[in-house]
């Protein structure tokens, strides 16, 4: 159970770094709609297959990240200029 506990807490804190706000924000709106792919289904109003969309949950962040200008990037006046 210490191992077990161990573990998760080591995990926690290497994904503490990675987690920024765009992250949470980017799986928090997968989960809300994975949330509502559910009760579609409980309603019987569509068959969703919700289990085939968890892997969105981990993948979700990459587009954020993506779109995050690199370094040899300025923004002046909302305009992205290369250096």
Known sequence: ?????????????????????????????????????????????????VANLLPAVPLAPWPPAWSQPSDSVKNEGGRQWAT
């Open 1 to 49: 159970m210490l191992a077990y506990q161990g573990g998760l807490t080591a995990l926690a804190a290497v994904l503490e770094q990675v987690m920024t706000p765009a992250v949470v924000a980017a799986m928090t709106a997968v989960g809300g709609l994975l949330v509502v792919a559910i009760g579609l289904r409980l309603l019987g109003l569509a068959r969703i297959r």
